[in-house]
């Protein structure tokens, strides 16, 4: 299975017709119903139900249709992450506040950056939590 393999099923899935997702991807039908059918092969089940009017994703499809997605998203996501990278940018910067302090407070440390980056003592029971993405309370501004 291969990043193709996905792509071609993502389109059959979506457009519920090979016809359709052959012309959406600029393929010949042979090509795409015989790609289906590998991928199938290869997973040892059925992801399409073909009928006369066109195909309905099996459950095993549908299922393989959400990860399917998600797999070419994480993709697209490392390639930007690496571009980003490449072209000198850094990770996010997360910040949470407490209840108490207001937009002016945080617009007083945007102000003054270096403030944001000063040493954090490691035993922070809060920045541990931030840093796991585990503050449920904390929302994007």
């Known amino acids: 299975m291969n990043l193709r393999h996905l792509r071609c099923f993502i389109a059959v899935a979506e457009e519920?017709?090979?016809?359709r997702a052959a012309r959406r991807l600029h393929v010949e039908h042979s090509p795409l119903s015989r790609t289906i059918r590998q991928l199938e092969a290869g997973l040892g089940v059925?992801?399409?139900?073909?009928?006369?009017?066109?195909?309905?994703?099996?459950?095993?499809g549908q299922v393989f249709l959400e990860e399917a997605r998600r797999v070419l998203l994480t993709l697209e996501q490392a390639q930007t992450k690496a571009r980003a990278v490449a072209a000198g940018h850094r990770d996010t910067l997360r910040i949470a506040l407490a209840g108490g302090v207001g937009r002016t407070r945080l617009s007083a440390l945007l102000a003054s950056p270096d403030a944001l980056f000063q040493e954090t003592p490691p035993d922070n029971p809060y920045l541990r939590l931030l840093h796991e993405d585990f503050l449920p309370s904390a929302n994007p501004l």
């Open 46 to 60: 059925m992801l399409l139900e073909r009928t006369p009017r066109g195909v309905r994703l099996t459950p095993a």
């Open 16 to 19: 519920l017709h090979f016809g």
